[in-house]
């Protein structure tokens, strides 16, 4: 068994069509830039009301990657 280090950081993630593509939108993006991304956590959740409706969905989350 492998020991690993892991760096964790913070990102907000936003769709209009939903929480899943909320958290698909941040990782996407963070891949990017980020390598080893190997686990994520949803921190918050939360939403954009515009008459009486859900507008947006938001997703904080802490995201783990392997240091090389």
């Known amino acids: 068994m492998s ?5 964790i950081v913070r990102l907000a993630g936003s ?5 899943e ?4 939108n941040a ?3 963070a891949s990017e830039s980020l390598r080893n991304i190997r686990w994520f956590t949803v ?3 939360r939403g954009q009301v515009d008459d009486g ?3 947006h969905y938001q997703v904080v ?7 090389e």
């Open 3 to 7: 020991n690993h280090v892991y760096k």
């Open 15 to 19: 769709s209009p069509d939903g929480v």
């Open 21 to 24: 593509k909320a958290i698909e």
């Open 27 to 29: 990782l996407s993006k």
């Open 43 to 45: 921190e918050e959740t």
């Open 53 to 55: 409706k859900i507008a």
């Open 61 to 67: 989350l802490s995201v783990g990657f392997t240091l």
